[in-house]
């Protein structure tokens, strides 16, 4: 465990006071409400939990939702009592961003636990204000001999599994909340804007899965309003709401933000969707995404009607800087690929990232000073990931060979790897809804001209399980360790949800990456050591 000491995490109790305050607006899953007293009186509600998100050192960025118009007042302290609190006044929070408001805090202390309350107040009566929310988050150390951990995960409510009360919901998440991380990577599928929730599904045993559903999960979702209710539907849980009170996060998005296996130009041939055009899903997708997520200002505006593909405001790749010891690179492996194919072409200069995203990935790895540098990437590198009979949906397309489609992109940045002597790349992913663990050695693979590397697999948090995929022998990946169920979909029920912890020393400044079941079991566990091209 790293050498930082861990500040004890407050209670449930503590912690939540104010952000379940309004469970009881939950009760009907389908039309959540504010709390009768603050309705009667008009006061703002803030039912739906707070969130906070890319904490660095010094910043970090509070989301909340309103029932109603609001004022947003976002207050700070180092001790519950909040005596000698700071104010930070928030956004106007209106229909225009579906009641979402997200306030940036500067000049926080590094390395410090960080108490804050969000206070909604009526536009015209200041006096009149709703019951405040409370969380709490640690900024990142000034110094490395404090340590980093966090976990990662993805794939949330896909392939039919949703919220499930007579299982207490999404309880993998009150797991995670209770080992006290510093924050949370989300590899992407955060919804399944595609997939639909019946209210009751049958299990092969014959047991019965029930499913929370709401308006917005009874079909595809295609207008804006459709994918901000898939975005809200995960926050009906509790166990994800207190999770999030407690655990800032970082969150990239991957294929079902939008829907199945999406790409830039694609015109469907799908009777479920009246809208053809996925560009303009994507647009409303990310619209909802950057609404309901605090994610760093770089990104596009809320406000913004489309994708910005060539544009730095509308980015959704960035830097997350965790200290001395960690950067968190985010990629978005979505916006910029070409077109999903058999993936056999001599030549791709767009391949998964696009050219100026590559361009970016590798001035920022160069410029890096971090002892470990996380390349969180929303697909697998060296796993097959078919999209249909004959196209592929990821990197590898079955072919050990040398690297053909969007492999010669990849074969180009880990050379750059290699030759800049860039030390502490680790891969980390989600996506295959099975946890694994791949060692990547010129030694097994047809491409040779790159240093040795990790890739780690978890997920899903609440989704079907599914069988390992192949593997590519392009890059020489070795299949360490993998578990995963034997047939298609599995129900969290039926198969236990994963999630992975890397937990970086202070004093050694080794790198240790957990992968777990809920459930509390560690299924395996790998010791990186810092300053090497390769191990």
């Not at 302290?77 to 225009?96: K, Q």
């Not at 309350?117 to 709490?136: I, Q």
């Amino acid at each position: 465990m790293s050498n930082r000491p861990r500040i004890p995490a407050p209670d449930r109790r503590s912690v939540l006071r104010g952000s379940l305050v309004a469970s009881a607006a939950f009760a009907v899953p389908s039309a959540v409400t504010a709390a009768p007293a603050f309705a009667l009186s008009g006061r703002p509600s803030a039912a739906w939990g707070v969130q906070v998100g890319d904490v660095t050192a010094s910043s970090a960025l509070v989301w909340v939702r309103s029932d109603r118009p609001a004022r947003m007042l976002v207050e700070t302290s180092a001790t519950e009592s909040f005596r000698r609190a700071r104010r930070w006044h928030g956004p106007l929070i209106g229909a225009r961003t579906d009641f979402t408001g997200t306030t940036p805090l500067y000049g926080l202390a590094a390395g410090e636990q960080v108490h804050y309350r969000v206070t909604l107040s009526d536009p015209h009566d200041p006096r009149r204000t709703g019951r405040p929310v409370y969380g709490t988050f640690r900024t990142a150390p000034a110094g490395r001999r404090d340590g980093v951990r966090f976990l990662w995960s993805g794939d949330i409510a896909g392939q039919g599994w949703g919220i499930n009360p007579d299982i207490g919901g999404y309880l993998v998440y009150e797991e995670m909340r209770r080992l006290d991380p510093d924050f949370f990577l989300c590899s992407g599928d955060n919804i399944y804007a595609d997939g639909v929730l019946e209210p009751s599904v049958t299990l092969p045993d014959g047991r019965i899965w029930r499913n929370i559903t709401t308006p917005e999960k009874s079909k595809v979702a295609e207008t804006l309003d459709e994918y901000r209710g898939n975005f809200r539907y995960n926050l009906l849980d509790d166990n994800l709401r207190a999770f999030n009170a407690q655990v800032p996060s970082v969150i990239q998005w991957d294929d079902h933000e939008v829907r199945n296996n999406w790409y830039p130009g694609q015109i469907l041939d799908d009777a479920r969707y009246t809208e053809k055009n996925v560009d303009l899903l994507a647009a409303r997708s990310m619209r909802a995404f950057r609404e309901y997520f605090p994610v760093s200002s770089h990104g596009s505006s809320p406000h913004s009607s489309s994708l910005h593909r060539s544009s730095p405001e509308g980015r959704m790749h960035r830097v997350v800087r965790h200290g001395p010891l960690l950067d968190v690179f985010v990629l978005d492996m979505r916006s910029f690929r070409n077109a999903n194919s058999p993936g056999r072409q001599p030549d791709d200069a767009t391949g998964i990232l696009g050219a100026e995203q590559l361009t970016w990935l590798k001035r920022e790895l160069s410029q890096s000073r971090a002892v470990w540098k996380v390349i969180a990437a929303d697909m697998p590198l060296g796993l097959v990931v078919p999209d249909g009979a004959t196209d592929f949906e990821a990197i590898a397309q079955g072919d050990p060979g040398a690297p053909l489609g969007r492999e010669l992109q990849i074969a180009e940045l880990l050379r750059f790897v290699k030759h800049r002597r860039i030390t502490g790349t680790v891969w980390l992913t989600a996506d295959v809804h099975y946890t694994s663990a791949q060692h990547y050695s010129p030694e097994r693979a047809a491409f040779k001209d790159f240093a040795p590397f990790w890739e780690f697999v978890s997920g899903p948090l609440a989704a079907g399980g599914f069988p390992a995929n192949a593997l590519d022998g392009t890059f020489g990946p070795e299949r360490v360790f993998v578990q995963a169920p034997d047939r298609a979909n599995v129900s969290p029920m039926e198969s236990p949800q994963f999630f992975g912890e890397v937990d970086i020393d202070g004093g050694s400044g080794e790198l240790t990456v957990r992968l777990r079941a809920q459930g509390g079991t560690v299924l395996f566990s790998k010791v990186l050591q810092p300053g090497r091209t390769g191990q």
